[in-house]
């Protein structure tokens, strides 16, 4: 008697079953009702979609209509930053610090000069007080502690008070009897401030 041969091994097959077809499934059964009644309707196919985009795109913004045209134009052409004067900013004024005060003869003849020095240009404006005393007032500027406490004095002119207020520095210079306040002179590093005799 000859052994039965080796049965091979079993191949598992993924594969679906194929549908069965209408006419197998037998007669009056609920399954053949469910797709008679689904081939009698009269549906109108889905429309076929197209491939969804791999990443899509973030709709457009009209830029004009968020920002107006006047900033879309500064975007695309950054306004061209001006050198500044001296005294000033792109921000504004610049603070002048001013850090000396003096008060000398003018070599060769009768002026005085009294002379701020500090970090750039200043233009004190001139206030008359009485006949024999005047009021300079620096805007924009600070001062360091030496220049408040200095108090130059000679027989024909005498700093008599020197204050800040703000961004504001004044010199209250007082000058003897016959003299008067001349002409400022701006320089790049301060101001010049002549007295001459009448």
Do not use: C, Y
């Amino acid at each position: 008697m000859r052994p039965p041969p080796p049965s091979s091994p079993e191949v598992e097959d993924d594969a679906l079953d194929p549908p069965p077809k209408l006419a197998d499934l037998p007669e009056g059964s609920p399954v053949r009702a469910w797709f008679e009644a689904a081939i009698d309707l009269d549906l109108e196919p889905a429309p076929a979609r197209g491939p969804e985009p791999a990443d899509d795109p973030e709709p457009e913004v009209d830029a004009a209509r968020w920002f107006g045209p006047e900033l879309l134009l500064l975007r695309e052409r950054p306004p061209e930053v001006q050198p500044s004067d001296v005294g000033t900013s792109v921000d504004g004024p610049r603070l002048v610090i001013l850090t000396r005060l003096s008060l000398h003869p003018v070599p060769g003849g009768d002026a005085v000069e009294l002379e701020l020095a500090g970090a750039g240009a200043v233009a004190p404006a001139i206030q008359a007080i009485d006949s024999n005393r005047a009021r300079l007032s620096i805007a924009d500027a600070g001062a360091v502690p030496g220049f408040l406490a200095a108090r130059p004095a000679r027989a024909e002119v005498e700093v008599v008070d020197v204050t800040r207020r703000g961004r504001v520095v004044e010199i209250e210079v007082e000058f003897g009897r016959g003299w008067s306040l001349r002409e400022v002179t701006r320089l790049d590093n301060g101001a010049r401030v002549r007295f001459e005799p009448e």
